[in-house]
Structures are given as structure tokens and as C-alpha cells.
């Protein structure tokens, strides 16, 4: 087997070279992970994005997904493959579709996200004759080793004669080919109306924010139809469309067209998301009823317009030594700038731009000092989405205190021969260490680079282990960059006594930033600094510079491309882009800052991707400016709903819609362990008539019922809330229904997830009218800038002054629909470990909540409880006198099912039965007059082998009816003797030459049994 050649001796090379290895840990099952979901889809292991090819085929749900089969990181993309028969129990089958290799075994070809249809007539020929061939359209994403296509973007097909398991790639492959680099994500459909009968595709140009649409009659060929776009938000690229018909409140008569277009980024509450139009198609155009034009400026006073071709006043800090004079340059910009993509939604004739020399160049712009006069601050923002760091510098500066390592040693001077012990590849040419190249915001001339530290890049292994050193203060701090690994492979290590009592990683890019570590507990004692690089592969090291001893903890950089306002030298407002060139408004209330002076200062501090800030029309004004995102509709107001689209072929034409969830602002660092990657639960989605037309209403799939535990659901009604109330209630994997009344309070509402420090906040905003989930507190949010963040809505109260919340919550994520499903927010969250609280609170006054109800959810995913088989046989009578017969009910069978009845003892057929469509059967059965008197045990045997089974007493004949019983059997026999013969016994268990005692014990056991209930378990097996 030669991967476990290749295994043993990377093993044994790293023993040789002195590495040291951790010892093996026990992974944990996939249902008892920290984060892992139990009624949401995600893979055993490895990363998943956009679901796939959702299609439901005769009674099976197919979920394909974006798949990396060989890593948690998005890469080498595949197509992931998963079953259910019910939308929530999924069964991970092998990979579907995978990349194409050359004969040197260099992926050409990955494949991207497309759609999966059922060929009813087999129109591309892919079956035999009759067939229904699956047919996959796919994106093929060619690579730069393609011969042909390198680069490119191009439409493709496979096909499955097996029902899914297996696909073969057409030969003929790409079958649409534009010749773009971002043409992808096929949608397809049968079109059967005014304009004819065929396939109609839907795919985008990612970057033109256009819809593009092609028709077929066998999927092969293609012709172009029309394009849609670009329309409401082109705040980013367009990707996974899908075009469908929904009647208007079930109507038949009155149908819309719904055209679903996600972007990334550009979405209402940030990063990812889904918007969708309503409108009219024809089989040719789609025609949207529901796009808005451009919004009118908001009212005020302008304090900044950019449109004179200076900066009036303002002071741009430019950063010396660029030759462009960046990043703002000394005059406003007039649109995009030399190597920038259109810039849009700026107002007349210049904006401030930062993208002078591109993204490297940083500095300020800030304006003259002015008096707060008014209660809001509106302005344009667009460009990078850098937030302000509160607390950070925008230096590069270290803590006070002792510093232990700076690198920078003499020439000639190397880590090992100042004390360092050095293994594995970092010993082969010690000269390498410290390093001199590698990483950025490092400071001085030298650092630790585990890339450049050894002769092999990212493939070097080994240690780099300090000198001794005394902890003397409270915190070490240090500047840390490069690849990130969460298995303890790639770390820097403060060891004490041997043993690595606190770690860091990187966050898998090249700038250093400031980490501290709380080092207190160790005030006195002697530690070392152990740099560990076992990782391979991309990112596969570290650089780390300056360790510092101090009383103080270290200030992060703030790599900021923001937006602020500044009061007596702090930042009390900011905003920042959304990683679109495009400008949409921000509005700061600034109502508590009125009297007080204050400047704006515009601050570029990032020389990375969109590391620029854009920003216009600074209005002084009464009332805020909702963003123009807020006026388009979208499929949900959360983080992270994302690629959502549609099943092909659902049952009784309904709609069923399913999501990515997750958010590409943070996607490839969320703390999940085996896994990276879920998708929300499956949303059943309808057309209903609102003031403004048709909108979409969700909801989630109706089977998700079957799974409420109501048994163990909890109630509370007229909680009166002021302040923070604990409610004495818990969840973790749970359906909640609330009905909160906000009353006088200026905000109340939940806390889930809570362990009394942290948890995620759900609530009602009075004053601004709008709804949010609030994971800025809600556990660990510090893995990205861009995860702790507060989604929002507006949504007015109902009538009754109460707002009623649907809430599905699942150990790390919370889905919450509301005004009858016209509004969902969907939103990660990972919390700190046992944190289950749910509790109740209110900021400004008193709230109360009318109802809320818990109920868990059984677990769907890992962690199936085995099922309660209820299943139950009865006898008509405990006894029956050999010769006679007994009649054999039984109940929670499977409809339909085959039994097979006997007696135990010899054994007897006793014949079969066949439940009904209610699981039910009854039949008579004749126990042969050969069966011995005495206790005996009637089976029921089932296909899968499983048994009931239920005590017999046989009695001997007497002459008498056929059959026994008080309990409903036919003939008239009795249990009783009439003739009360003498042996003092009951009559029925006399004369049957068995020992009076044995008669007695089986008598007494047929009373005291009565009918026979089995609950039978099946063994559980992971889903």
C-alpha cells in the first residue's frame, strides 16, 4: 500500500530529524464535536460551501454540495453527495463528481456549482431507450494546466443511469463556453408555455452583475435567450441564480416569476446573501417588477460633497515614498482610479477615494473641526470592509515592558548558537534562523519564519526551542503571523516545565499582529519559547517577532479601512465598506455628541486585498438614511444564508429552498474542528400579496414537526421583564415561540446560548422599530473582525403593540422567522462550551413576554436516537385448549408488513399475517392438537428478524368448544372447569397430568403477564 509507505516514512524522517510528536488524542465523533450541528446537513468531514444539484427523485431528496475532499479549507472543488427521504435525516454518500486530472495527476478541470434535472425523455441521449437519465450541469472551472481552456469558465454535463451514485462526464464537454473567467453557477429547468417547450438555463456573469439566459432541447446545444442586469444591489458579484413560478397566495390563476440572484459580498447586514425580484417571463426575458431606482439624498446640511476638485479644508496624510502620492493624493477623485473597477453610487462629481497607488499605500483624511449640531451623521461609505478595531493602534507598537527576543542578532550570530536548540529541517543549515524574509509588520530587520527557516518552504518540520527566560510580568506578548492550524501542529508554544502551558497560531496570511498571552499565573517562574511547525501544505508556517515581558497587554493593529468620528482624540463612531466598490449611505447617531466639537477622519490602514476606503455626501441631518440595500428584498436578513436555491422535481409542486450557512467574509476560519461547513434548514418558500406587490413567505419544512419532543416542551406565560430575568429554562438543539411585548422598554427581548457571561441576544429595538440577533457577546466571536456583528431589520409591531419570533436553534446557529414568515434572520453563533441559558432582558424600561415555549428538537444528524419501535402484539386469551384457536392482534407495524407466526416451544407455524395501511392486522390461529399442555410462547416474527412475542397457556381438550377465552376469541370454552373437579384446582388446569404446581406457576404466570408490549430498538447508525 504505498500511502502507508509514504505515511511511515514522513514518521520516521521527522523522528530522525529530532522532531517531537504530540501524542495521539482520540477524535471525538462527529455528534459530540463542540459546534456540530444535529438537525442540519454537513459532511462527516472536510469543507462544504454552495449546495448543488438539489433534487427530489422518486421519494429520495439528493443534496450535492461544493465539496473539498481533501482538507476543511475551500480547494479542490468537487461535488459532495447526501440523501434523505425527508429534507432532515441525511445519509453522506460517496463523492459525486470530482475534479479532472491530467496523466500527471494535475487537476485541469474543478467543479463548480450547477444544478441536476431528471431527462423525463431522455433528450440528450444519455440512457437506453425509455430511460430517465439524471443529468448534472455543472460549471467546469478550468485550471492553468487546462490545455485548452486555462482560466476559463465554461458550462458542462454528466449523467447517472443509477439513480445518483455514479456520474460519468459527457465526452463533449464544455457544452456553453463564452470564453469569460466568471460565467458560472447553471440553474436549469423545463419550460413548458406561451413560447414553446425546452430547457431554460439560468447562469451569471459574475463581475457584469448579469443574469444570462440559454434554452435547449437536448442539453447539448444552447441558445442565448437574454440577459438580466445589472439590478438592485451590485454591491458584488452575482453568483447561483434560479428562476421559478409561484402562484399568488395558491392561486393557479395568478402566477409571478421569482428570479433569485446572491451576491458576495453586498448583502443587506454584510458579506453574503441572497436577493430576489418578482416579476414576469415570458420564456424568453425576464422582466422584474420589483427593481428600484436610485433613492433620493437625504435632507440636511452637506459638509462634505467632494465636488469643487479639492478637499475644502480637509488634511490628507499621505504616506511618503509612493510614487502616486497615495492614498488619497492632494485633489478628490472623479470615479474609479487607474487598475479599479467601476466605482458607482457616489453623488456628483467627486468622492474621497484611497486606491491611489492601489491597495498599498496608507494614510488619513480628516476634516476641519466642527460643532455637532444635529442629531444624525449620514455619508457614503464603500471599498474595503476593514472595521475599526476598538482599542487598537494604528501602529505597530509594543507593550511596555522587558523585551526577551527581538531576533535581531550580530551578523554572523544565529538562534542556535545563541542558546536555541533547533530540530528537524530548522537544524539542517542553522544560518537560516532567524530569518530575514517573510511576513509583513514585523519589526526590525529579523524574525522566526518557519518557511524561510529551513530548505524545504512550507514542507519543513521541526521545533525551535529558547533559552530559559524569567516571567515577570503579567502578560507576554509577541507579534505572530502566517498559516493557521487548529490541531496543534502549528503554534507558538510558551512552555513551562515541559509541558506548553499557552499557544497561538496564525490566521493564514502574512501580516504579523499582536497577541497576548496572560502569563500571571506563572509570575516568577522560568518558561521557554517553543516555535512548532509540523504542518505541509499551504500556509504551512509561522513567522513570529518580538517577545515581550509587561505589566500591560499588547494593542492590536487595526488594519482599519474606515470611517470615523473623532471626539476628544476618540473614536465614538465608525463605518467601514462592504468590499464593493460600490457606495451605499451609513448613518451615525450622534445625538449625545450635540454641543461637543468633533472631526471625521477617514483612515486607510491596510496595504491587502481592498485595503481602500471610498466615501461621499458627509450630511449633516434630523433623521437617518436607511441604506439603499434595505428597500430590495432579500431571501434573509442575516449572515449567513448564502447560495441559496431550489429542489428540482419537489412533490405537489411546492417550492423548497436550501442555503450554505455560512458567510465567505469569514467562512475559512470558523472554529469547527473535523468539518467546515452546514447548511440551514430546508425553507418550503410561497408568493403572498403585500402593500407592495408579491413577496416571497418561508417557512421551515413541515417535517421538522415530526421531530418537537412536545413531551419535554417547557411554557412560560406573563413574564414580567425589567432588566436582566432569568427564565429557568434551557436549549441547545430547540424550537422556540415567542410573543414578546417590547411595552415601555427602549429595547427587550431573549438570550440564548448563555452561560451568564456571554450569550447570543435576540430583541426588539422600540425606538428604531426593528428586530436583530446580536452576536457580538455570543462566545467566540474573536476568529475574524467581520464575525461579531448585529443583524438587523425593520419590522413594525402587530397591532397588539407584540412581535411573535419562530426560533430554530442548533448548538451554533439561530434561524429566526417572524411576521409570518416574510422576515428571516439567519445567523452563526458559537458559543462558550455548556452554555444552554435561556433568559429574558430589557434596556429602558419594563417588557413582558406573553408566552414562550421551548421545545427540543430530536437530533435529525450523528446523533439519531435509536427508534422506540411501538409495536405491540395481544392475544385473545391467555389461554387455549390444544385443538382450539386464539386470535392474534397487532398494532405499530410498518403498513404493509409481512409476519410470520409460531409457537417457540417446538417450534409450530402457526401460518402469517399482513398489516394494514395502519400498521394493524389480526388473525386467527389454530394451535394443533398435538402441542403439549403446559406454558408455551406465541412469536411474531417480522422480515428483518426482530420478534414480539406473547405467554400461551395450552390446556387439554375436553370435549368442549375450541377455543378459550374472556378476551374477545372465538368458540365458548372457559378457563374455568365448570365441574370443579377435585384436586382443588381450577378446573381448566385439572386432569392434564402435569404436577399441580406446574399448573399453578403457569397459571399465575398467565394472570400476572397479560398482553405483551416489546418495545424493540433498533442499533443506531450515524447519519
Given at each position: 500500500?504505498?500511502?502507508?509507505i509514504i ?31 444535529l ?41 459532495g ?20 486530472f491530467?496523466e ?16 423525463e425523455?431522455?433528450?440528450a441521449?444519455?440512457?437506453?431507450a ?18 485548452e ?17 455514479t ?52 442539453l ?47 448583502a ?7 436577493q ?39 488634511t490628507?496624510?499621505?504616506?511618503p ?10 485633489v ?8 479599479q ?63 526577551i ?43 522566526v ?11 519543513n ?25 487548529d ?19 496564525g ?17 516568577g517562574?522560568?518558561?521557554q ?16 517577532d ?13 488594519n ?5 468620528l ?38 486607510d ?30 431571501l ?107 411595552g ?116 435529525t ?10 409495536a ?35 417450534p ?9 395501511g ?9 394451535i ?16 428483518d ?11 387439554a ?9 374472556t ?30 404446581w406446574m ?19 433498533r ?5
Amino acid at each position: 500500500m504505498p500511502g502507508s509507505i509514504i505515511i511511515g516514512g514522513a514518521v520516521s524522517a521527522m523522528l530522525a530529524l529530532g522532531c517531537v510528536l504530540p501524542a495521539a488524542a482520540a477524535e471525538p465523533q462527529p455528534g459530540d464535536e463542540q459546534y456540530r450541528p444535529l438537525i442540519h446537513f454537513s459532511p462527516e468531514k472536510n469543507w462544504m460551501n454552495d449546495p448543488n444539484g438539489m433534487i427530489y427523485v422518486d421519494g429520495t431528496y439528493h443534496l450535492f454540495f461544493q465539496h473539498n475532499p481533501a482538507g476543511t479549507r475551500w480547494g479542490n472543488m468537487s461535488w459532495g453527495h447526501a440523501t434523505s427521504s425527508d429534507l432532515l435525516h441525511w445519509e453522506e454518500q460517496p463523492l459525486a463528481i470530482g475534479q479532472t486530472f491530467d496523466e500527471d495527476g494535475d487537476s485541469i478541470e474543478d467543479i463548480f456549482s450547477g444544478s441536476i434535472v431528471v431527462d423525463e425523455d431522455n433528450s440528450a441521449g444519455f440512457g437506453p431507450a425509455g430511460s430517465k437519465p439524471l443529468v448534472a450541469i455543472y460549471t467546469s472551472a478550468y485550471t492553468a494546466k487546462h490545455p485548452e481552456h486555462a482560466g476559463l469558465q465554461a458550462q458542462s454535463l454528466a449523467y447517472s443511469l443509477d439513480d445518483g451514485q455514479t456520474w460519468t462526464k459527457y465526452d463533449g464537454n464544455p457544452v456553453l463556453d463564452r470564453n469569460s473567467a466568471n460565467f458560472r453557477d447553471p440553474k436549469v429547468f423545463w419550460y413548458d408555455g406561451p413560447a414553446g417547450s425546452y430547457w431554460v438555463m439560468t447562469t451569471v456573469e459574475a463581475l457584469e452583475h448579469k443574469v444570462v439566459l440559454y434554452k435547449s432541447t437536448d442539453l447539448k446545444s444552447w441558445e442565448h435567450l437574454s440577459d438580466f442586469g445589472p439590478a438592485n444591489s451590485t454591491a458584488g458579484i452575482w453568483e447561483c441564480p434560479d428562476l421559478f413560478e409561484l402562484p399568488v397566495d395558491g392561486d393557479p390563476e395568478n402566477t409571478k416569476w421569482v428570479m433569485v440572484v446572491n451576491l458576495n459580498p453586498g448583502a443587506v447586514n454584510g458579506g453574503s446573501g441572497g436577493q430576489y425580484f418578482v416579476g414576469e417571463f415570458d420564456g424568453v426575458t425576464f422582466t422584474s417588477e420589483t427593481t428600484d431606482g436610485p433613492g433620493e439624498l437625504p435632507a440636511g446640511t452637506t459638509f462634505a460633497g467632494f465636488d469643487d476638485g479639492d478637499y475644502d479644508g480637509w488634511t490628507a496624510s499621505n504616506e511618503p515614498g509612493n510614487w502616486a502620492n497615495g492614498p488619497w493624493g492632494s485633489v478628490p477623485a472623479t470615479g474609479a482610479l487607474e487598475g479599479q473597477s467601476p466605482v458607482t453610487g457616489f453623488v456628483g462629481e467627486g468622492l474621497a477615494n484611497s486606491f491611489l497607488d492601489h491597495d498599498w499605500a496608507i494614510g488619513t483624511l480628516e476634516s476641519p473641526e466642527f460643532t455637532v449640531e444635529d442629531d444624525y451623521i449620514n455619508l457614503l461609505v464603500g471599498g474595503g470592509k476593514h472595521p475599526h478595531v476598538p482599542g487598537g493602534q494604528i501602529g505597530n507598537e509594543p507593550p511596555e515592558g522587558r523585551t526577551i527576543f527581538d531576533f535581531e542578532l550580530p551578523e554572523g550570530e544565529t538562534l542556535q548558537s545563541t542558546g536555541w536548540e533547533l530540530t528537524g529541517d530548522f537544524a539542517v543549515d542553522p544560518a537560516r534562523n532567524p530569518a530575514t524574509q517573510g511576513g509583513e509588520y514585523y519589526l526590525g530587520e529579523k524574525r522566526v519564519n518557519t518557511f524561510e527557516g529551513g530548505p524545504s518552504g512550507d514542507a519543513n518540520v521541526g521545533t525551535m526551542t529558547s533559552p530559559a527566560f524569567t516571567i515577570d510580568g503579567d502578560y507576554a506578548s509577541f507579534l505572530i503571523g502566517g498559516g493557521r492550524r487548529d490541531d496543534g501542529t502549528l503554534q507558538a508554544e510558551l512552555v513551562v516545565d515541559g509541558e506548553a502551558v499557552r499557544t497561538a497560531t496564525g490566521r493564514d496570511g502574512g501580516e504579523l499582529d499582536w497577541v497576548s498571552w496572560d502569563v500571571s499565573d506563572f509570575d516568577g517562574r522560568d518558561a521557554q519559547l517553543r516555535i512548532r511547525d509540523e504542518a505541509t501544505g499551504g500556509w504551512g508556517h509561522l513567522t513570529f517577532d518580538q517577545l515581550v515581558i509587561g505589566d500591560e497587554e499588547s494593542r492590536k493593529r487595526s488594519n482599519e479601512t474606515s470611517v470615523n468620528l473623532i471626539v476628544d482624540g476618540d473614536v465614538v463612531r465608525s463605518a467601514t465598506g462592504s468590499n464593493s466598490e460600490n457606495l451605499d449611505w451609513a448613518s451615525w447617531d450622534v445625538e449625545e455628541f450635540r454641543g461637543t466639537q468633533a472631526t471625521i477622519r477617514a483612515v486607510d490602514n491596510n496595504r491587502q486585498g481592498w485595503g481602500h476606503i471610498l466615501f461621499d455626501q458627509v450630511t449633516f441631518s434630523d433623521a437617518p438614511v436607511p441604506t439603499a440595500l434595505e428597500g430590495y428584498d432579500w431571501l434573509d436578513w442575516g449572515r449567513d444564508y448564502y447560495a441559496a436555491v431550489s429542489y428540482f422535481g419537489t412533490p405537489s409542486g411546492s417550492r423548497i429552498m436550501q442555503g450554505w450557512m455560512n458567510n465567505w467574509d469569514y467562512a475559512g476560519d470558523i472554529p469547527t474542528s473535523t468539518w467546515r461547513g452546514s447548511m440551514s434548514l430546508p425553507r418550503e418558500v410561497v408568493l403572498t400579496d403585500t402593500a407592495d406587490g408579491p413577496r416571497l413567505r418561508q417557512q421551515v419544512v413541515s417535517q421538522i414537526d415530526g421531530q418537537l419532543d412536545t413531551k419535554a416542551a417547557e411554557t412560560l406565560s406573563d413574564v414580567a421583564v425589567d432588566g436582566d430575568t432569568a427564565l429557568g429554562l434551557a436549549a441547545e438543539v430547540a424550537k422556540l415561540d415567542v410573543t414578546l411585548r417590547p411595552g415601555d422598554a427602549d429595547a427587550a427581548g431573549i438570550t440564548v446560548f448563555s452561560d451568564g457571561k456571554k450569550g447570543t441576544q435576540i430583541g426588539y429595538d422600540t425606538r428604531s422599530g426593528r428586530l436583530f440577533v446580536d452576536r457580538t457577546n455570543s462566545g467566540n466571536v474573536g476568529f475574524h473582525p467581520s464575525f461579531a456583528s448585529i443583524s438587523d431589520a425593520p419590522l413594525p409591531l402587530d397591532d397588539d403593540g407584540t412581535v411573535t419570533l419562530e426560533i430554530y436553534l442548533d448548538r451554533a446557529s439561530v434561524e429566526l422567522f417572524t411576521g409570518d414568515g416574510m422576515l428571516s434572520i439567519t445567523d452563526q453563533v458559537f458559543p462558550e462550551e455548556g452554555a444552554t441559558d435561556v433568559s429574558a432582558w430589557s434596556r429602558g424600561g419594563a417588557a413582558t413576554i406573553e408566552d414562550i415555549t421551548v421545545t427540543p428538537l430530536t437530533p435529525t444528524m450523528w446523533q439519531v436516537p435509536d427508534p422506540v419501535d411501538e409495536a405491540a402484539i395481544t392475544l385473545s386469551s391467555k389461554t387455549v385448549k390444544a385443538g382450539g384457536t386464539v386470535a392474534v392482534s397487532g398494532t405499530g407495524f410498518a403498513p404493509g408488513a409481512g409476519v410470520k407466526l409460531e409457537l417457540r416451544s417446538d417450534p409450530v407455524s402457526l401460518g402469517a399475517a399482513t398489516a394494514d395501511g395502519n400498521g394493524d392486522f389480526r388473525q386467527q390461529v389454530t394451535i394443533p392438537a398435538a402441542v403439549p399442555v403446559g406454558a408455551h410462547t406465541l412469536v411474531v416474527l417480522r422480515a428483518d428478524g426482530t420478534e414480539l412475542s406473547a405467554p400461551l397457556t395450552v390446556t387439554a381438550r375436553d370435549g368442549g368448544g375450541t377455543g378459550g377465552g374472556t378476551g374477545g376469541g372465538t368458540g365458548g370454552g372457559a378457563v374455568v372447569d365448570p365441574d370443579g373437579g377435585g384436586s382443588g384446582l381450577p378446573g381448566g388446569l385439572a386432569n392434564t397430568g402435569a404436577e399441580p404446581w406446574m399448573l399453578l406457576a403457569a397459571g399465575v404466570l398467565t394472570v400476572l403477564t397479560g398482553a405483551a408490549l416489546l418495545r424493540h430498538r433498533r442499533r443506531s447508525r450515524l447519519r
